[in-house]
């Protein structure tokens, strides 16, 4: 008799230990899919573009560019007010010297999210972040109004090509 309750507790002991590690098998695998997941998701949004935004400040200055990020600062001086402010990337290094500039919320006049803003990923100086107005060569005129984008993409063409040679 001893022999058939220890045989018993042996398969009953294997049955759920084989239980157990099943269960532990799925829980793992439904980890690695959640953190496969994780990793798509914010992979996706990295490279999906965001939306433009252009503030108009208090001083009548406009800015235009991505937020990226947002937080409450600390009080300018002890005892102050907490100041709400975005991150926002301008891009355009060649002409404002850095990609992001911090905006106090309570400095913005106006918020907009123009139509006919566009984003140019350039090799060099960052993002272009503006509108397309006229396409230049130097100080000559190549297009404006409705035929810059026609113009810009048979130029960018023609660079990619001649880059690429």
């Not at 239980?19 to 695998?29: I, K, P, R, S």
């Not at 406009?62 to 009080?75: R, S």
């Not at 010297?97 to 905006?103: A, I, L, P, R, S």
């Amino acid at each position: 008799m001893k022999g058939a309750t220890s045989q018993s507790r042996r398969d009953f002991l294997g049955v759920s230990l084989t239980a157990l590690c099943g269960g532990a098998l799925a829980l793992n695998l439904l980890l690695i899919l959640g953190l496969l997941g994780l990793i798509g998701y914010q992979g996706g949004r990295f490279f999906w573009q965001k939306d433009l935004l252009e503030v108009t400040l208090d001083d009548g200055r406009k800015l235009l560019g991505e937020v990226h990020d947002g937080e409450v600062a600390p009080p300018a001086e002890p005892g102050g007010p907490e100041r709400p402010r975005l991150q926002m990337r301008l891009g355009n290094r060649d002409l404002t010297g850095g990609d992001f500039q911090w905006v106090d919320e309570p400095a913005i006049a106006a918020r907009a999210f123009p139509a006919d803003a566009v984003v140019l990923e350039r090799l060099e100086w960052g993002n272009f972040y503006g509108r397309m107005v006229e396409l230049r060569d130097g100080d000559r005129v190549l297009a404006s109004g409705d035929g810059v984008w026609s113009a810009f993409v048979a130029l960018h063409e023609r660079k990619v090509a001649t880059r690429a040679a």
